[in-house]
């Protein structure tokens, strides 16, 4: 993003950079040469050179505009300034032309979410409204039905930016749009929506940067009919972070399952012969343990109930845990040098015990 240092003379209105705050504004006071002296509105006196200032648009609306593209001056200072004004008015979206952008809330926001602004977006001219995640879907849906051809929503940022949110709210919409009424039994929008409980399970994690970090890629495909109805839905992912299972820095978490079936309810802990994630060596390289407002025995039902709405069946649920049990278990197995050259044994009888367990929730001899 250039500036237009030529419009620059003393007195102008401008932004300067700050390694504090990014950028200040403040007022030309004197042009030497290519050397510039800004005296900020919070009463600094910063020298920058003439190409590293940017004129401010004074005539700016104090709340910000909804749609960057009506910015006098579209540089770095202008549409960080316009998305701090709206932000600080709650307003966490922003249109770039047809491009959204959100600023995380870091707060629950449920009035922007519910039911009657599904509504208002249904059917809205893109821009009529204020900018919102519904509005992206919605036109994604429309296209799709008038031009008979799929859509894709790209959603990208950095890692705690939101994006599994904004997954989760556009997954909300279309199934909102796309829906049956609700019948007897699961809809198919149901189990679209309850694969994200299942799959945050097993491949999110608290990181330093995020409480429910998605270590893992994914592509969510929903599927329509001719009458725009949702007929499936297909879920592929890539990569995930598999070195997390057995290596974890303090303070994030390994993934969040081994932290459920913990903290599963009494008979099933002793089925499994689990006990406080502290006495698994997987789970106490680091000394985080819990989440701030989780509970991880409530998680552990809910993505149970998430398992049963996606179809997966109680056998299959099983032995699914089995293998969650059994990688804590092999992860508490030491060794030891046996008598042979080049041969191990369990160093002790606990060793022995997590063997034996792990065998036996693997079914191996
Ligand atoms: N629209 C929103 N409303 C309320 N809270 C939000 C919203 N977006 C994000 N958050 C909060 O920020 C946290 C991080 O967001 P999220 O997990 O979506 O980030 P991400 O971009 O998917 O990160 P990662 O790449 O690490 O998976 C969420 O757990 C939630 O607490």
Not at 60 to 87: C, F, I, W
Not at 265 to 278: A, D, N, R, S
């Amino acid at each position: 993003m250039q500036g237009t240092p030529v419009n620059i003379i003393a007195g102008s209105h401008v932004w300067v950079e700050d390694p504090d705050e990014a950028w200040l504004d403040g007022q030309v006071s004197k042009i030497t040469g290519n050397d510039v002296e800004v005296t900020t509105t919070n009463g600094k006196q910063i020298t920058s050179k003439l190409s590293k200032i940017y004129p401010k648009d004074m005539e700016a609306p104090a709340g910000g505009v909804d749609d960057m593209t009506k910015l006098s001056y579209l540089h770095e200072p202008g549409v960080l300034q316009n998305l701090k004004s709206r932000y600080e008015l709650n307003e966490i979206y922003t249109y770039t032309g047809n491009i959204l952008i959100a600023i995380n809330p870091f707060q629950r926001l449920p009035h922007i979410y519910d039911a009657h602004m599904m509504q208002q977006y249904k059917g809205a001219p893109f821009g009529e409204l204020s900018p919102h995640v519904f509005a992206v879907a919605d036109v994604a849906y429309r296209a799709m039905i008038n031009e008979g051809k799929s859509n894709s929503i790209l959603v990208s940022g950095e890692s705690g930016a939101g994006k599994t949110e904004t997954t989760k709210m556009l997954m909300r919409y279309l199934a909102y749009l796309g829906g049956r009424a609700a019948t007897e039994g699961r809809t198919v929008e149901q189990q679209v929506l309850e694969s994200n409980p299942v799959l945050e399970a097993f491949g999110n994690a608290k990181t330093v940067r995020n409480n429910n970090s998605s270590r893992f890629g994914k592509f969510v495909e929903i599927q329509f009919d001719k009458n725009g109805r949702i007929s499936g839905a297909a879920i592929r992912t890539y990569l995930l972070e598999r070195s997390r299972v057995c290596q974890v820095n303090d303070p994030e978490r390994n993934y969040h399952c081994f932290y459920l079936l913990c903290a599963a309810p009494q008979e099933e802990v002793e089925k499994y012969k689990l006990g406080h994630p502290k006495t698994f060596h997987y789970l106490n390289q680091s000394k985080c343990y819990e989440l701030a407002d989780v509970s991880d025995a409530r998680e552990y039902l809910a993505t149970r109930r998430a398992m049963d709405i996606v179809g997966i069946s109680q056998k299959d649920q099983e032995a699914i845990f089995r293998v969650v049990a059994a990688i804590l278990h092999l992860g508490n197995i030491d060794f030891t040098k046996g008598k042979d050259a080049d041969s191990s044994v369990p160093k002790d009888d606990k060793s022995k015990f997590h063997m034996k367990m792990t065998a036996e929730l693997l079914m191996y001899d």
